[in-house]
C-alpha cells in the first residue's frame, strides 16, 4: 500500500529536533528465547519502509523487531506497520546497547529505550507486542515504554478541520485494522504536541497494543498413570496456546516437564525427532537463581497431528522449592524450538508432596 498522502504531511515527534534516520541492525545475544532481534533506532522517515525491504530482502529470516525512536513521519509509520504485519514479525520496545555492565562484563543487551509518537503506530504492526517487560517475562526483555500525543504538520502550520479529520479516519483504519482498541486515538488524540503521555502496561494490556496471554489456575490431572499438575495458557483469543504439566515418573523416580503446543494453523502432521544427547546449557531458573541442567536432560521431542510435546528431566527436586517460580528455556535450534519454554509457579508443600507419593514403581 501507498504510503498515505494527507497522514504523510504530519509528523509525530518527541522534540522538534531531527533525530538520525531509523536504522536497521541484527543482533544475537545467545542461543535463547528472544536472545536473537533486529533493532529499529532512530527517525522514522518517508524512506524508512523501503529501508526495512531492503534490510528483510539481506535478512529474509528477521522476525524480532525492536523500537527505539522519538517517532517522525506519520503516513510512513502506518505503511511500516503494515510491512511488520506482511512479514509475520513480532515488535518490541527497548534501546539495544552493545556494551551493557554486566556480572560477566560488558555485553549485548536490550535497556530502557521508548516508542514515541509515530513509533508507538509502527509498533502495532507487530503480530506480538511486547514491552514495559522485566526479567521474569523474557531471557532478554523488552523494557521501553511507549508514548503518544497529537500529531501536527511538518511545517508547523495549522492542520485544516477537515483535513484533520481525514487524517483521523486513515489513523482509525489503520488501528482497526491492526486489531487494537481504538480508545488508544482518544488517549493520543487529548495530549497536547509538545508533551507526551506514556501508558502503563495495565493500559496497553487493556488496550490490545501487548498481546497478553493467560494462565490458568494449576489443576491436578493424570499423565498416563502418573499424577501431574497441569497449566494452560491461552492466547488473547482464547484459544489454547500451550500446556505444561509437572509430574514424578513412575518408572524411573525422575521429575518431570512436559510441555505440549497447541498449533492454530499448519498442516497436521506425525513427526518423531531426534534428541540430542549432548552437554549444550539450556537457561534454567528457580526463583531467578540459574541451576545446572543440559541438553541431555530432553527425553521427548516429537509432533502428533497439530501439537507438539517436548519432555524434560528437572535436576532438582521440586518439593525443596514449593510455591518458586520456575523458568526453562529449550535451545532455539531446529530440535528445541523456543515455543516450549516453560514458565510456571510451582505449587505448595501439600500438593508436590501429594505428586510425590503417588510416584511409586
Known sequence: MKILTLAATVALMATAAMAT?????????????????????GEITQDTPDRLREFL??????????????????GAALELGRIIRENDMSTGIGRTDPAHPSD??????????????ACAFAFLGGTSRSAYETDEHSMVPRTGRLGMHQFYSLDGAEIPTAATQQIMG??????????????????ASSTPPDDMRFLSRKELVDLKVLTASSVSTPDLVLAGDDLAVEWQRFWETGDLEKTTLLYCRSDTQDWMIRTR????????????????????????????QQHPMTSSAVTRYERIGTESFLDMRLPIDPRDHPDAELQIYPINNLRYPEFHAAEIRLPDAATLNALGRACRP
Not at 560477566?104 to 509518537?117: F, H, K, N
Open 21 to 41: 534516520p531509523m536504522q536497521f541492525q541484527s543482533h544475537n545475544n545467545g542461543n535463547c528465547t528472544g536472545c536473537s532481534w533486529t533493532s529499529a533506532e
Open 261 to 288: 503446543q497447541h498449533w492454530l494453523s499448519g498442516e497436521p502432521k506425525n513427526e518423531t525427532y531426534t534428541v540430542h544427547a549432548g552437554n549444550y546449557d539450556l537457561p534454567f531458573f528457580v526463583q531467578g
Open 170 to 187: 486513515q489513523v482509525l483504519f489503520y488501528v482497526l485494522e491492526m486489531g487494537i482498541n481504538a480508545e488508544l486515538l482518544s488517549i
Open 57 to 74: 530482502v539481506q535478512n529474509p529470516y528477521a522476525r524480532d523487531l525492536v523500537f527505539h525512536s522519538p517517532g517522525g513521519n506519520l
Open 104 to 117: 560477566y562484563g560488558p555485553m549485548l543487551a536490550i535497556v530502557d529505550g521508548t516508542c514515541e509518537s
